[in-house]
């Protein structure tokens, strides 16, 4: 089944740099399977597709990776195969770096072959990613509250507090991190009791706020 990805997404095309309010579609692409995130490489001048094909918790070898051009064009379907459930990506080191359910897969940014995999103990469902000024990764656990953080003395679980609220989207600016809070009170449907918003997290202090 065909799955449409629509270009209005911020991170992608940068529509907050226009000068119009008033965000339009662009283009559609064809060919992705349950898009989960899309990535735009700045030096690669491209958009990568993460596709999840099935459960979203479920390590069932289905998902991979996919290449756009900036008009939409599909470049490479299959550019990176063999993961579960792939969604949040974050590029450190020349490297990408891809949530995978439990998993962190570290990928080869010239051929997209999988270089390797990071195991992360004691997560559920790892979300999205970002990274600091100075490369460090932070990666969302939406279903344990938590943040986690890798850089190459490893990885560390950064915070995890109930304010949180099922974290999902995650950026890194400045001396903070911005979170995109699901809400509290999530459910199987991914409904929640309460609604989600914005958040901050100080990354010297990891307290987080409103």
């Known amino acids: 089944m065909k799955t449409l990805i629509r270009s209005t997404l911020l991170a992608v095309i940068g529509i907050a740099t226009m000068p119009t309010a008033h965000a339009g579609e662009i283009?559609?692409?064809?060919?992705?399977?349950?898009?989960?995130?899309?990535?735009f490489d700045a030096a690669g001048k491209r958009i990568i597709v993460s596709n999840i094909v099935g459960n979203p918790s479920e390590a069932d070898g289905n998902g991979y990776l996919s290449i756009l051009s900036l008009d939409g064009k599909m470049v490479a379907q299959h550019w990176t195969d063999g993961m579960d459930a792939p969604k949040g990506m974050a590029i450190s080191g020349g490297k990408l770096y891809v949530a995978d359910i439990t998993k962190i897969r570290v990928v080869n940014l010239e051929n997209g072959?999988?270089?390797?995999?990071?195991?992360?103990?004691?997560?559920?469902?790892?979300?999205?990613?970002?990274?600091?000024?100075s490369g460090k990764i932070y990666v969302t656990d939406m279903?344990?509250?938590?943040?986690?953080?890798?850089?190459?003395?490893?990885?560390?679980l950064f915070v995890r507090d109930a304010a949180l609220a099922s974290p999902n989207g995650i950026f890194a600016d400045g001396g903070r991190l911005i979170v995109a809070s699901w809400g509290k009170g999530i459910k199987p449907d991914f409904s929640t009791a309460e609604p989600g918003g914005l958040l901050s997290v100080d990354l010297a202090t990891r307290t987080v706020s409103h």
Do not use: H
């Open 27 to 39: 283009w559609r692409a064809t060919g992705l399977e349950q898009p989960e995130s899309a990535f």
């Open 113 to 133: 072959k999988l270089v390797s995999t990071i195991d992360v103990p004691n997560t559920v469902f790892l979300n999205d990613m970002t990274t600091d000024a």
């Open 143 to 156: 279903l344990a509250d938590a943040i986690y953080r890798l850089d190459d003395g490893g990885q560390e």
